[in-house]
């Protein structure tokens, strides 16, 4: 069956007459083109639902945000009901009064078919997720980089990216960088002259602000060094601009739409694409916040979620100790470090 406005309007109304928990106004706002958002929706970021002339129905959370698309009427019902319901905490609970396969539906964070993830039964900030906060704030560095593959080597990926090869040899540490004298040098001189690698889990890992200009760390480079994945993990807390960067043999896996910002993430509703190529994460970050409703931060959430669905982890004890291997970056014709 065709969905037209007229088919979905029904719907919903049969819908809502049978639920104590909906009515015929908390349909979203509907149109004939993403452009008619901001005149229609009137929430900024909430679901717009734009009903295309072969009766494809696409969810829209501004004029540039396209968040799913299906021509399943019931699909397109549940994703209405979950804008109008939308409490993490008592979520699943509401969706299973008004249809229990929409409950089971929420609490997967996925599509139809797909079953639920096992509890994590695990402290949620012990592996990534506890240097979620003080890195919003560009603490310890701006960047977290990930990589994995076959017998990927940490300090191979810091020469890679430009870091001074003597240091590298030797084993050199945070503490012994910051233990170096020089005049003028503060905390923030030795952190942007510095960075920090090593391997945690399965993935090799390097923090640091900046890299020096005319270093090669492209894909061909860390493809060579056998890198197949890599996340990259970038805050700008001046510009609120925190991206969310994940390439997998040698292709971006976002969906087809450019830079990710995890400001984008709101607490119960999935950021990425219904369906897509990233809702695994939405799967992940679902079942982070089911199972940790301590958590009040959104950007500690997503971070378990990426622990959880990517195994990312960094060594928190030899980070604050400053015993996580670093060096500084090798000297360039400008000088610069």
Known sequence: MQITEHTLRQAWHRIA??????????LPPTGRSREQYAQLAGDPGGLFLVLDEDGTVRGYRSPYQEVF???????????????????????????????????SRFRSGGMDGTRPAQPCGRDPLERLAWIARTWCEQDPYTNLAFFRGEGISAEQLALLHGADPEQTAAGTRLSDLRGMDGAGRDHWDIAWETF??????????????????????????????????????????????????????GRRIDDDRGALEMIHYNRGRAPYYRGGQLDFLNQAIRRAELDHPELTDEFELYFHALDDALGLQLPQQDIQEGTVQAAQWARTDSGRG
């Open 17 to 26: 007459a049978g639920s104590d928990l909906l009515d015929d106004t908390m």
């Open 69 to 103: 698309a299906t021509q399943d009427l019931d699909q397109v019902l549940y994703f209405a009901s979950e804008e109008a319901v939308r409490n993490p905490a008592e979520h699943a609970e509401m969706l299973d009064r008004i249809n229990p396969a929409w409950g």
């Open 196 to 249: 920090c690698f090593g391997q945690a889990g399965d993935w090799a890992f390097l923090m640091y602000h900046d890299t020096p200009p005319g270093t090669r760390a492209d894909s061909a480079a860390l493809s060579r060094l056998g890198v197949t994945e890599t996340v990259r993990l970038s805050a700008c807390e001046a510009k609120a601009i925190y991206t969310f960067d994940y390439m997998r043999d």
